[in-house]
């Protein structure tokens, strides 16, 4: 799914509220939860050759809300 139209996977997004969103990364595989139930995973893993981008979607499709408290674990 894409933030364009609201929703990932089959998972509608509110809009007008906050939203926890984490990302888990691993070597086989890829996790996206909100608000702390996972919406999405796959064993397909997002193309490593390209720079991480917060708030757009391959240098467009620029996401048009606010974005606070950003972490990276390792």
Do not use: C, K
């Not at 996977?9 to 996206?32: C, K, L, P, Q």
């Not at 139930?37 to 979607?57: A, D, S």
Request: proline residues 1%; hydrophobic residues 35%; charged residues 10%.
């Amino acid at each position: 799914g894409t933030g364009l139209t609201g929703t990932f996977g089959s998972t509608s997004i509110s809009t007008a509220t906050w939203h926890h969103i984490a990302i888990e990364w691993g070597a086989v595989y890829f996790r996206v939860y909100l608000d702390g139930t996972r919406v999405f995973q796959t064993t397909v893993m997002p193309n490593g050759n390209r720079q991480l981008e917060i708030g757009q979607y391959y240098g467009s499709y620029n996401f048009g809300g606010l974005i606070d408290q950003i972490e990276f674990w390792d």
